[in-house]
């Protein structure tokens, strides 16, 4: 997802890690009592409602639950299935037309029928508003969306694209009700009308409220009566409070790492424990290319060499994070270690030295690593400074840290004023793709101006022409490789989802998994 927006939240496996705590339960089988509404604090802000317009972590844990999308990621799973269709599939062999044919009877939540206007009007909607915080930019291959009956959607790409499913079937692909949202612009006062597992009753600045809605149809059991999501706007104290006073049943995104650790360590018994899940979040230093010291790939190279990621997992992290060595995370089809096998795990300060010196360095690198305080991560600030500190320790740097908040941040990027920044990213759908064809060419979200003909011009669209993604693995690893060798981006780290809940409710290891997907129906309470 955007970089724009965080996640504190790594490895992605196909299990899930659980704390050994009793809030943590497995059951969904009654083990906590159906009927009880679940009361969520976040730390992150849901920036819209209207599905053409969020393109955040907290707009799509929003969409997921109102609306619906033609496919959806189940529990556990990173493989599409079926969720407003009955079926979909490619019609031909080059991944250029995408046909699905709808249930009968689906409805939204006020009632009204469901059928291929409503997703035809979605798609055509969001393209067309072309919101710059929208997911319109993830659909740049598709050319039109045809009708031929109320039950069959045929979408028409421009050029292949394997991964479609994915994005239809990530919070993107949300249908929207053609009688209750204008063609041509966004809807402005916060309520929604989908044919998700939920209605939104109310949404404002301190807490959206939802409720079971009855007409809907689809593999999601609710097993709660509601839930209520309240917004703690980045506190982490006043987070950390609520939950500790009973005020919130869950604590998701937000709490610090040392937080997380302190509660770990209690092992339940202040009557809270910590639920572990996967993640494919991850973080990058990014490097702007036509920078005069950044742009340097001795300096890139030496910067390679020096970072120890383990002392910052250690130090900064307390753990709740693991190294990455890629741009394409670890329990995604496609990732290798390229940094790891490039550079090494250990910090070598000769290796550093040599790098610079190839590239006719031979005084101190004078050198500035730009931060944004809160937006990926609250211990954002805290890493670069351990990392400038990494890098002044080797005796071949001079590097400060200068954080800067988000929105003045964005827009020095893209005026090219920084050097070195950090980006994160959360993905919208768990396939290699997401970790690299949004990163390279024109337009890309690093605004790094990096440029590799061999990765725009033939690895990306090679892989998004192939159906079958272990296919793509040789391709995938070929892109990395180079990114390891030529350094645009230096990936840092790959996080952990935790959740920290008070006993007596279950369901959140059914919340942390790969998709991203926050089922709210998996909630239970006792």
Known sequence: ?????????????AGLACGLLTGCGTSGD??????????????????????????????????????????????????PEPELAKSCKFTDTRATVFKCELKDGLKFSNGDSLTSEDVKFSFD???KINDPGGPAVMFPSLGKVETPDARTVVFRLTVPDATFPSKVASGAGSVVDHRQYPADRLRGDH????SGPYTL??????????????????????????????????????????????????AYRGLSARDIDDIDKQDGTQGIDVVEGSSAEVQHLVFNMKDPVAGKLGVRKAMAYLIDRDALMRDVYKNTATPLYSIIPAGIVGHNTAFFDTYGERPSKAKAARALRADGITGKVTLTLWSTPTRYGPGTDAELKALAAQLNASG????????????????????????????????????????????????????????????????IPATAAQTDRTSTDSSFAELQDIVAEQIPVLPVW????????????????YCLDASTVFRFWELSKS
């Open 396 to 459: 071949l740097f001079t590097a400060d840290v200068k954080s800067v908040a988000f929105d003045q941040y964005e827009k020095d990027i893209a005026a090219g004023k920084y050097g070195v920044y950090v980006k994160g990213w959360v993905p919208d759908y768990p396939d290699a793709d997401n970790f690299t064809a949004p990163f390279f060419g024109k337009g890309n979200v690093l605004d790094n101006h990096y440029d590799n003909s061999r990765i725009t011009r033939t690895l």
């Open 494 to 509: 790959q996080g952990k989802q935790y959740a920290v809940v008070r006993d007596g409710v279950y369901g959140l290891e």
């Open 30 to 79: 009654g083990s906590g009592t159906e009927g009880h509404r679940v009361v969520m604090g976040m730390s992150d802000d849901v920036l819209a409602t209207d599905p053409a317009s969020g393109y955040d972590p907290g707009s799509w844990l929003l969409f997921n639950n109102v609306f619906q999308s033609l496919l959806s990621f189940p529990k556990g799973g990173t493989l």
């Open 125 to 127: 909607r969001m393209l």
């Open 191 to 194: 309520k929604a009308v989908g």
């Open 201 to 250: 009753d109310s949404f404002d600045k301190g807490q959206a409220v939802f409720s079971v809605n009855s007409h809907y149809k689809g593999t999601a059991e609710t097993k709660n009566a509601g839930v209520t999501l309240k917004f703690f706007h980045g506190n982490q104290t006043t987070l950390k409070k609520a939950l500790l006073d009973g005020s919130v049943d869950i």
């Open 1 to 13: 997802m955007n970089m724009r927006t965080p996640w504190p939240v790594l490895p992605i496996v």
